[in-house]
T-cell receptor, first 114, second 111 residues
């Protein structure tokens, strides 16, 4: 199957700082990538759809200015959490693939904001 | 009504038994159906996908789709303790650009 990587796998940052998470499709090109957030014992929550060469589409309730998404190439999308706060601590997961076909998930990034 | 519904469980089955996981969806236009497995602290991994009515088998896993009744199920034969995880059902249509996930069913396989 297709491989999606994420970096870093975990990060600890101080409140008020920004953190960038990278998502890469290693063996295929992805015009569309998705960013999810998952809190403990809860299901995946789609945050936004990242489209190569255009603006991301954010889900209702997700702050565009706080979660900046850039899909600069067919193999890379980045999520920047700006001015992070403890409530942003979560497991962030990206996926890639063309809907309605299968999505492949990255291994996830665990963010802890202190 | 939620778009994709799953029983949260836990579903407990003994080792060697068949585990049956069910998922219902509300959008009759749904055309692609996926089962993902998620271990605690890990990201989801794709187990199977099914597009047509009927059964699709892959090793110990069988996906069953009934579009008339709007449900999709996953059967795991010869369940193993290593199958203990949360199983996520996901659905998409050709008119949407995203997968809709259920909340997942936690499966526990005990020795």
């Amino acid at each position: 199957g297709a491989v999606v990587s994420q970096h870093p796998s975990w990060v600890i940052c101080k409140s008020g700082t920004s953190v960038k998470i990278e998502c890469r499709s290693l063996d295929f090109q992805a015009t569309t990538m998705f960013w999810y957030r998952q809190f403990p014992k809860q299901s995946l929550m789609l945050m936004a759809t990242s489209n190569e060469g255009s603006k991301a589409t954010y889900e209702q309730g997700v702050e565009k200015d706080k979660f900046l998404i850039n899909h600069a190439s067919l193999t890379l999308s980045t999520l920047t959490v700006t001015s992070a706060h403890p409530e942003d601590s979560s497991f962030y997961i990206c996926s890639a693939g063309e809907v309605p076909y299968e999505q492949y998930f990255g291994p996830g990034t665990r963010l802890t904001v202190t | 009504q939620k778009e994709v519904e799953q029983n949260s469980g836990p579903l407990s089955v003994p080792e060697g038994a068949i585990a049956s996981l069910n998922c219902t969806y509300s959008d009759r236009g749904s055309q692609s159906f996926f089962w993902y497995r998620q271990y605690s602290g890990k990201s989801p991994e794709l187990i199977m996908f099914i597009y047509s009515n009927g059964d699709k088998e892959d090793g110990r896993f069988t996906a069953q789709l009934n579009k008339a009744s709007q449900y999709v199920s996953l059967l795991i034969r010869d369940s193993q303790p290593s199958d203990s995880a949360t199983y996520l059902c996901a659905v998409s249509t050709y008119n949407t650009d995203k997968l809709i996930f259920g909340t997942g069913t936690r499966l526990q396989v005990f020795p």
